[in-house]
Nanobody, 122 residues
Framework: QVQLVESGGGLVQAGGSLRLSCAAS????????MGWFRQAPGKEREFVAA????????YYADSLKGRFTISRDNAKNTVYLQMNSLKPEDTAVYYC???????????????WGQGTQVTVSS
């Protein structure tokens, strides 16, 4: 089992950047596919990005390609989400998630963090 704690959210102006972090407990972090999701008020949770065990393979929601970058540091048990050129529509609670197994997917994640709020002002 793994516990996930997100940080790095906050208030930023449109066009700005934020880097979210997700610290994982446990000794097997490198065996989890990691993902980021977000949920805006009144909307369903949506997939943002995912990264493979090694960090070599990444996958993004089409609408976010080029602005968001997912990465991981297995030595630090941490996954990151770099968000650039932020827009008001990026405002949401951002969740980190871990998935058992090697396949990078946009769903079927097993463990979730509590979320961190990102607010982008216009």
């Amino acid at each position: 089992q793994v516990q996930l704690v997100e940080s790095g959210g906050g208030l930023v102006q449109a066009g700005g950047s934020l880097r979210l972090s997700c610290a994982a407990s446990g000794r097997t972090f490198s065996s989890y596919v990691m993902g980021w999701f977000r949920q805006a008020p009144g909307k369903e949770r949506e997939f943002v990005a995912a990264i493979s065990w090694s960090g070599v393979n990444t996958y993004y929601a089409d609408s976010l390609k080029g602005r968001f970058t997912i990465s991981r540091d297995n030595a630090k048990n941490t996954v990151y989400l770099q968000m650039n050129s932020l827009k008001p529509e990026d405002t949401a609670v951002y969740y980190c998630a871990a998935k058992v197994g090697p396949v990078v997917t946009t769903n079927s994640y097993d463990y979730w963090g509590q979320g961190t709020q990102v607010t982008v002002s216009s």
